[in-house]
């Protein structure tokens, strides 16, 4: 069965900050998708990336960098110079390429940017 | 264009009660799912569906739950009498297809139930 673990509950920095969300996965499939998610006090989830378990080249967007290493099952977020319209919760989440594409998601992680 | 809505926002009923859930997807998408989020918890997936059928059901969490979903278009979630444990934000998502390839999944502002 497809499960996906964030460690983290919760974590607090100052806003300039870098910080590092982690998330591990396991399943059995080789085709898989792994996906973030942001969800700001608002409650609606916000797409940020998804993958495919064939790319595990790095990805950045503007302050936002992913980590994919499937040698240790890990999809790793990081937020660099943070802002406080960065705090939310962070959910990572896993699809696997059989079956119906549906989500498991961590528990996710709040985290809160204080100015 | 238009996301994905819900409604209604929030709900709150007494214990024992029916209520109705309803997602609209984004026009085209065929795929439709509900997820579940208990408070200060994970999404926990309930049910897919892909056109007006339902593959998979495998997530409901006991007969009291139901979904349907007409026309490739609107679904409803619907919770027959209502438990306290049965408190938390609905929340339903679309995307363009569900079966071998996974594309991105959009969710709409979620349904909060308070069973009292």
């Known amino acids: 069965a497809q499960k996906v673990t964030q460690a983290q509950t919760e974590i607090s920095v100052v806003e300039k900050e870098d910080v590092t969300l982690d998330c591990v996965y396991e399943?059995?499939?080789?085709?898989?998708?792994l996906f973030w998610y942001k969800q700001p006090p608002s409650g609606e989830l916000v797409f940020l990336i998804r993958?495919?378990?064939?790319?595990?080249q790095n990805e950045i967007s503007g302050r936002y960098s992913w980590n994919f290493q499937k040698s240790t099952s890990s999809f790793n977020f990081t937020i660099t110079a943070s802002q406080v319209v960065d705090s939310a919760v962070y959910f990572c989440?896993?699809?696997?390429?059989?079956?119906?594409?549906?989500?498991?998601f961590g528990k996710g992680t709040m985290l809160l940017v204080s100015p | 264009g238009a996301g994905v809505s819900q409604s209604p926002s929030n709900k709150v009923t007494e214990k024992g009660k029916d209520v109705e859930l309803r997602c609209d997807p984004i026009?085209?998408?065929?795929?439709l799912y509900w997820y579940r989020q208990r408070l200060g918890q994970g999404l926990e997936f309930l049910i897919y569906?892909?056109?007006?059928?339902?593959?998979?059901k495998s997530g409901l969490p006991s007969d009291r739950f139901s979904a349907e979903r007409t026309g490739e278009s609107v679904s409803t979630l619907t919770i027959q009498r209502t438990q306290q444990e049965d408190s938390a934000v609905y929340l339903c998502?679309?995307?363009?297809?569900?079966?071998?390839?996974?594309?991105?999944?959009?969710f709409g502002p979620g349904t909060r139930l308070t069973v009292t």
């Open positions: 026009s085209g998408h065929t795929a």
């Open positions: 569906f892909q056109g007006n059928s339902a593959p998979d």
């Open positions: 998502a679309s995307s363009t297809r569900g079966t071998t390839r996974s594309y991105e999944q959009y």
């Open positions: 989440a896993l699809s696997e390429s059989s079956g119906y594409s549906t989500l498991t």
């Open positions: 399943t059995r499939d080789t085709t898989y998708y």
């Open positions: 993958r495919n378990s064939f790319d595990e």
